[in-house]
């Protein structure tokens, strides 16, 4: 009896080590991964600077809105819709396209996009079905 409970015991401190050590990587906030983003699309030096800038601005540009909606939401208890919210969404990606593209190359732009398609048909976070 004493050797199972002996057993038991350094089996749940030995579990307990192996997931102790190995900690959930932290998540993520602001924009793409860019140094991913420079492995996957072959960025010289140069064209990562100038992407990660592109990213900051629109990260920047998401912020201020965020800001604007939620002051306009206190002022006045109205707040944008969904098609609204998509519509602006779509532009600021159509945007940030355009300000890529003289960046990269053609190849690097197809793999771009390709990589952006891909990410659009993942489900949302919220496990809800998108309706278009």
Same mark, same amino acid.
């Given at each position: 009896?004493?050797?199972? #409970?002996?057993?038991?015991? #350094?089996? @749940?401190?030995?579990?307990?080590?192996?997931?102790?050590?190995? !900690?959930?990587?932290?998540? /993520?906030?602001?924009?793409? %991964?860019?140094?991913?983003?420079?492995?996957? @699309? =072959?960025? %010289?030096?140069? &064209?990562?600077?100038?992407?990660?800038?592109?990213? %900051?601005?629109?990260?920047? &540009?998401?912020?201020?809105?965020?800001?604007? +909606?939620?002051?306009?939401?206190?002022?006045?208890? +109205? /707040? !944008? +819709?969904?098609?609204? $919210?998509?519509?602006?969404?779509?532009? $600021? &990606?159509?945007? +940030?396209?355009?300000? @890529?593209?003289? #960046?990269?190359? =053609?190849? &690097?732009?197809?793999?771009?996009?390709?990589?952006?398609?891909?990410?659009? %048909? $993942?489900?949302?976070? =919220?496990?809800?079905?998108?309706?278009?």
């Amino acid at each position: 009896m004493k050797t199972r #409970i002996t057993i038991a015991a #350094i089996a @749940l401190l030995a579990a307990g080590s192996v997931l102790a050590e190995s !900690p959930a990587p932290p998540h /993520r906030r602001g924009g793409p %991964d860019i140094e991913r983003m420079a492995v996957l @699309l =072959d960025l %010289d030096a140069g &064209q990562k600077a100038a992407v990660k800038q592109v990213f %900051d601005e629109r990260r920047q &540009q998401h912020q201020a809105e965020w800001e604007k +909606t939620k002051e306009s939401q206190t002022e006045n208890q +109205t /707040r !944008p +819709t969904r098609e609204e $919210m998509r519509a602006k969404r779509e532009q $600021m &990606q159509k945007e +940030t396209v355009e300000k @890529l593209r003289p #960046i990269l190359t =053609d190849t &690097q732009m197809t793999k771009f996009e390709a990589l952006v398609a891909s990410r659009s %048909d $993942m489900p949302p976070r =919220d496990g809800k079905k998108q309706s278009q």
